[in-house]
């Protein structure tokens, strides 16, 4: 049972977010506290009994968190939180689903179009002071996205709204989804996990938007992406490791496709060993699509919505995982 709002202790962990800076101003009574270290969160956590955490939360800390009742994401992923252990102790979990679907899905648009018109070209060419002459090989050219094929992987908030936008450039979009009877209305057609090697030949860009499950690791594969056209484009704006890096690593030196935006990688940062740094055909971006200037505002939205249901007795949360 969550204590009441004048016994409650909230603990706001993450590097940079501005959590409880933006929280204190809500003038809410509830204490508060932040923290911006794993050694700091590993030394605080037994005060708190709510606590708004993402990439700073190891499952371990539970054997310091004797009075832990609620954990509040503050990304829509949840795969770092061992959910049968949360249940054993009676903590309950929300995500932050659909906190950054705008900021996502525009990143996502933002990708595949510097990718068409070659962007990351010009700044490199901006860099060394080079004005790039006019190109005769159509292949070489940018590129217009209307008429092109975009399939998209995974049509939750993040996905619905990239395929909106993309239907604003005239794209034709193929959505994959979990269950394909349930919406997907802003695709021209949708189609389960299971059709995904079928529909991917059709494809210009394929981007992901899914979370990371049991079904998603590594959905693009060697073999996945042998079946992608040679002048085709994947985008990542899901989870690192929805994604096989070795097998997109041999793909972009190979030619095997035309290129790939990317937002997240299996280990971040990403290791400046990593091949994908150096392949010119790569866009890479440090896990920011969801970054946006109000995203703590939107977190402390879903938070204080989260509390006050269960200061009500309500069984449900938003975006429930546990």
């Not at 906190?99 to 179009?113: F, G, K, M, P």
């Not at 594969?221 to 985008?235: G, N, V």
């Not at 690192?240 to 097998?247: I, M, Y």
């Not at 940062?269 to 505002?297: C, M, Q, V």
Request: net charge neutral; glycine share 8%; charged share 25%.
């Amino acid at each position: 049972m969550l204590p009441s709002k004048d016994k409650l202790t909230v603990c706001f962990a993450h590097v940079a977010y501005q959590l409880q800076e933006r929280f204190l101003p809500r003038q809410t009574g509830i204490a508060s506290f932040g923290v911006k270290s794993a050694d700091e969160f590993a030394q605080r956590i037994g005060e708190a009994d709510v606590v708004v955490v993402s990439g700073l939360w190891k499952n371990e800390l539970l054997d310091k968190a004797g009075k832990l009742k609620f954990i509040q994401s503050i990304g829509a992923g949840t795969d770092q939180f061992d959910r049968d252990k949360l249940k054993s102790r009676s903590i309950r979990l929300a995500s932050a689903q659909g906190v950054n679907a705008r900021a996502v899905s525009e990143h996502t648009i933002a990708l595949i179009l510097a990718l068409a018109r070659r962007l990351p070209e010009a700044r490199d060419n901006q860099l060394k002071h080079v004005w790039r002459g006019m190109i005769s090989d159509l292949t070489q050219r940018e590129d217009e996205l209307g008429g092109k094929t975009l399939l998209i992987i995974g049509l939750g908030g993040i996905g619905s709204r990239l395929a909106q936008l993309a239907k604003a450039f005239d794209m034709r979009v193929i959505g994959v989804k979990r269950d394909p009877s349930t919406g997907g209305d802003a695709a021209d057609s949708t189609h389960a996990l299971s059709d995904l090697r079928s529909l991917l030949p059709e494809a210009d860009f394929v981007a992901l938007t899914c979370p990371l499950t049991k079904d998603t690791e590594n959905v693009i594969d060697a073999a996945a992406l042998s079946l992608m056209k040679p002048s085709a484009y994947l985008i990542n704006a899901a989870r690192g490791r929805c994604v096989n890096e070795p097998a997109l690593i041999e793909a972009l030196r190979g030619n095997k496709i035309a290129g790939a935006g990317i937002d997240v990688t299996v280990e971040e940062p990403l290791p400046a060993s990593s091949p994908l740094w150096d392949f010119p055909n790569a866009l890479i971006t440090p896990h920011t699509a969801g970054e946006t200037r109000k995203y703590e505002e939107n977190v402390l939205d879903m938070l204080m919505d989260n509390l006050e249901r269960q200061w009500r007795g309500e069984n449900t949360l938003r975006n429930q995982i546990v």
